[in-house]
C-alpha cells in the first residue's frame, strides 16, 4: 500500500496514535509518529509514492516528532526529534518540524546501521551502473542530485550512499532531495514539472525545500546497481563546468574520509572501499551551470565491468 | 498496581535464557533490538543467538543488525586490545604494572560476558601511592588530562577516586586512572590494596593483571550499584551475572566464600547484596542459600528493601519500551539523587549541587556536538 492511499485526514489520526506510519523507504523501515500537522502535509506531499506497512510487526528505528512537555509547546514553541524515546538533537522552531524529520531519518541510518558501508553521498544511476558523488554540505551535491533526477537519472539517495558489504553494488532510499537556499529556485526554474515543497524559513542550513523523488525511482529503490563513476563535486559561482580525472588512490583516500562506518567495518570496509574505487572511473568535477552539468554527465559513457 | 515490582524486560528474559531467541516472533524482535541498542548489547545478542540457535534461525531485517552490532564489537575488541599494547609500553617504562577494571580486563581476560561486548575507554587501577607517578609517566606519553576547570580538577582529585579522565593526543582513546573503586568521600572507603594484592597476571606474557574473580565480581555490583546512570544498567547486570555463573562453575563453593569474605572486607556487602537481588530477579542467577542468608545481614529494614528493589527493576528496564514511564522515570531520578547521597557527605553534596546548578560553566560540548549532528544530515 502507498502512502498516497491513506486519506489525508486519516494518515494525520495515525501518525498522532500510538502505532504511527510504518514507512518503507529502500532497505528500511521507519515508525513515524507526529501530531505535528506540518509533518503530516510534508509526508503527504513527498513520500506518496512510498509505501506503507498496514499493520507493522517490524520496524528498523521507531521515531517521533512532536512538541517539548515543557512551557517551549506554547511559548516560542519548539519542537523534537526522538528516536528510540530520546531526543537527539537541539529543539528546533516548531515550524521546521518536518526538516528536522528528514534530518533525523538520516540520522537513524548513519548512527545504527553497520551491516552496510556507508558514505556520505549523493547517489543517483542510470541503467543499473551508479554516480556516486561524495563531498561535504555546500559542494551542491545535492542541487546536482535534484538536476540529474529531474532529468531521467534514478535517484538512490541525495545523502547516503549504502554499499552492500557482500556484493559490493548500491542500494537505493528514494526520500526526497533536500534543497538549500538559492538551488530552490534553480531546481523550479530548471524542472518546472518536478513537484517541490513549500520552502521552510530560518533552519540551521537556511531556507530549506524538498524534491519528491520520482515513482520510478521509489519502486526501484532496492534494485542494486554497480558503481560506475565516483565524481567529487564543487560548486564554484561564475565557474566554467569542468571535469577533471582523479587519480584513484586520491579517489580511494577522500571517499573513506566520508565514510561514517569505515572503521566499524575494520578490513571489510577497507576492501569494499578499494573495490568500488576499482570498479569506478573518478573524477573532480567544478561546475555552476545545472544545464551543462546535467549534459555533461549524460554524455558520460560508463567503464566496462 | 503502583507498589507492585515490574516483570523482567523482554530483552532480560532472553539473556536469561537465551534459547528463547530462536523461537522470538519478529514482533518481539523488533523489542529486543530497541532494548539491547540502547544498553549497547548488539553485540551480545549476536552472540547469543549464533551459540543458541544460529543466526539463520534470526528473522531477515534483524539479522543485519545484529551482524552489525557483533561487528563493532570485535573492532572495539581489537581496538582495545592495541590501546592495552600500547599502555603496557608507555607504563613499563617506569616499571608499573596496573591491573585492569570494568570492559578492558573482560575483553583481556576473555571472561565469558566477553564476547560481543562493547567498551569505550581503559580503565586501570594504580596504588594510591603511585597516582601521581602514574599521571607524569603517562603525560611524557601523550596522555592528556581532560575537564579543565578548576572545580572539575578539584572534584576528581579531591574527592572522587580516579583522576580526571585522560585523552591520548594521538590515539584519541580515554583513559580512567582510578586508585580505589569508590569515592574518597564515601562513609567507608574499601581497602583498595586488597584488590592489587589479590590482582592475577593475565598470563599473556603481557604483564598486565586483572583483578581477582570475586574482586572482578564485586567491582561490577559496586560500580552499578553506587551509579546514577542506568542507560545501560541491564548490561551491567548481565555482566555481573555472566561473571558470577561462570567464576561459581569454575570454583564452586571457593567462588562463595572468597566473594562473601571480601565483600565483608572491604565494605561492600551490600552492593553485593543488591546485585544479586536484581540479577537473580532479572536473570535468573543462581545464588546457593546460604549466601543469600549471609547477606541478608547486611540487606536494609523490609520496607526500605522494597523501595529499593521498586527503584532498582523499574530504573533497569528499558524507557522507550516501558509500559510505565513514569515510574520509569522517578526510579531513574531516584537512582541520580541516591547516587549522589552515597557518594558525598550532606554538606558537600549541597555545595557541589548548588555549583553545578548556578556557578557551573554551561556544558555547550554536548550541545555542539548535537548541532554539528544535524549539520551533518541534511
Request: net charge positive; with cysteine.
Amino acid at each position: 500500500m502507498r502512502l498516497a492511499e491513506i486519506p489525508e485526514a486519516q494518515l494525520r489520526h495515525r501518525l498522532a496514535g500510538p502505532e504511527g506510519v510504518t514507512l518503507v523507504t529502500g532497505p528500511f523501515s521507519t515508525r513515524i509518529r507526529s501530531p505535528v500537522a506540518s509533518v503530516a502535509r510534508g509526508l503527504a506531499d513527498l513520500y506518496g509514492d512510498v509505501r506503507v506497512e498496514p499493520d507493522a510487526d517490524w520496524a528498523d528505528f521507531h521515531v517521533q516528532v512532536r512538541a517539548p512537555r515543557t512551557p517551549r509547546r506554547w511559548f516560542r514553541p519548539q519542537v523534537l526529534f526522538l528516536s528510540e524515546g530520546r531526543s537527539v538533537f537541539k529543539p528546533l522552531a516548531f515550524h521546521q518540524a518536518f526538516p528536522m524529520l528528514e534530518w533525523g531519518l538520516n540520522w537513524c541510518v548513519t548512527a545504527n546501521v553497520k551491516h552496510h558501508l556507508l558514505f556520505h553521498a549523493a547517489v543517483v544511476a542510470r541503467e543499473d551502473r551508479a554516480l556516486i558523488l561524495p563531498a561535504p554540505p555546500g559542494s551542491g551535491k545535492s542541487t546536482l542530485c535534484a538536476g540529474l533526477v529531474a532529468s531521467g537519472w534514478r535517484l538512490l539517495s541525495d545523502e547516503l550512499a549504502i554499499v552492500d558489504v557482500e556484493a559490493g553494488t548500491l542500494t537505493g532510499l528514494a526520500r526526497p532531495v533536500s534543497l538549500k537556499n538559492a538551488s530552490i529556485e534553480v531546481i523550479r526554474s530548471f524542472a518546472p514539472d518536478a513537484f517541490v515543497s513549500d520552502p521552510c524559513h530560518d533552519t540551521l542550513k537556511g531556507t530549506v525545500a524538498h524534491l519528491r523523488p520520482p515513482r520510478a525511482s521509489v519502486d526501484r529503490a532496492l534494485a542494486p546497481v554497480r558503481p560506475a563513476w565516483v565524481v567529487f563535486p564543487r560548486f564554484e559561482p561564475g565557474a566554467e563546468t569542468r571535469l577533471t580525472p582523479r587519480v584513484r588512490t586520491s579517489a580511494f583516500m577522500e571517499l573513506a574520509r566520508n565514510a561514517f562506518n569505515y572503521t566499524v567495518l575494520g578490513r571489510l570496509g577497507f576492501r569494499r572501499t578499494a573495490d568500488l574505487i576499482e570498479r569506478s572511473v573518478c573524477y573532480d568535477f567544478t561546475y555552476s551551470r545545472l544545464d551543462e552539468a546535467v549534459a555533461t554527465f549524460n554524455a558520460m559513457e560508463p567503464p566496462s565491468a | 498496581m503502583p507498589w507492585s515490582l515490574p516483570p523482567p524486560d523482554l530483552l532480560a528474559s532472553c539473556l536469561a535464557q537465551p534459547a528463547r531467541l530462536a523461537a522470538l516472533s519478529l514482533r518481539q524482535w523488533a523489542r529486543v533490538l530497541v532494548q539491547a541498542r540502547e544498553a549497547s548489547l548488539l553485540g551480545t545478542v549476536c552472540h547469543l543467538a549464533e551459540t543458541h540457535g544460529g543466526l539463520e534461525s534470526v528473522p531477515e531485517p534483524v539479522r543485519g543488525h545484529l551482524w552489525g552490532g557483533r561487528m563493532a564489537a570485535e573492532r572495539n575488541a581489537e581496538a582495545i586490545l592495541w590501546e592495552l599494547r600500547c599502555l603496557q609500553r608507555e607504563l613499563g617504562w617506569v616499571k608499573m604494572q596496573p591491573a585492569l577494571l570494568k570492559g578492558a580486563a573482560y575483553v583481556a581476560a576473555q571472561t565469558p560476558n566477553a564476547p560481543g561486548r562493547l567498551c569505550n575507554d581503559v580503565d586501570i587501577l594504580v596504588p594510591r601511592a603511585e597516582i601521581d607517578r602514574a599521571e607524569t609517566a603517562l603525560r611524557w606519553m601523550g596522555w592528556m588530562t581532560t575537564h579543565l576547570t578548576a572545580y572539575d580538577q578539584r572534584y576528581y582529585r579531591e574527592w572522587m577516586h580516579e583522576l580526571p579522565p585522560m585523552e591520548h593526543m594521538r590515539r584519541g582513546s580515554t583513559l580512567d586512572v582510578h586508585h580505589n573503586i569508590l569515592p574518597e568521600t564515601v562513609r567507608r572507603q574499601p581497602d583498595a590494596t586488597r584488590l592489587l594484592a589479590q590482582a592475577r597476571p593475565l598470563g599473556d606474557g603481557s604483564g598486565a593483571s586483572v583483578l581477582a574473580p570475586h574482586h572482578m565480581a564485586i567491582h561490577c555490583a559496586v560500580h552499578l550499584f553506587s551509579d546514577g546512570e542506568w542507560e545501560t544498567a541491564i548490561r551491567d547486570l548481565y555482566d555481573f551475572h555472566c561473571l558470577v555463573k561462570g567464576f561459581s562453575a569454575e570454583q564452586g563453593e571457593l567462588f562463595w566464600d572468597a566473594l562473601l569474605d571480601e565483600a565483608d572486607a572491604l565494605a561492600v556487602s551490600v552492593y553485593v547484596h543488591h546485585a544479586l537481588r536484581c540479577s537473580r530477579h532479572l536473570l535468573g542467577t543462581r545464588v546457593p542459600g546460604r549466601v543469600i542468608s549471609a547477606l541478608s545481614a547486611q540487606a536494609p529494614g523490609r520496607l526500605r528493601q522494597w523501595a529499593l528493589d521498586w527503584v532498582f527493576l523499574h530504573a533497569a528496564s528499558h524507557r522507550f519500551t516501558s509500559r510505565r514511564p513514569v515510574r520509569h522515570a522517578i526510579s531513574r531520578l531516584a537512582l541520580l539523587w541516591r547516587s549522589h547521597w552515597i557518594k558525598m557527605p550532606p554538606l558537600l553534596l549541597l555545595r557541589h549541587l548548588f555549583y553545578k546548578a548556578f556557578l557551573a560553566p554551561r556544558d555547550d560540548a554536548a550541545d555542539a556536538v548535537k548541532e554539528q549532528g544535524a549539520g551533518r544530515h541534511g
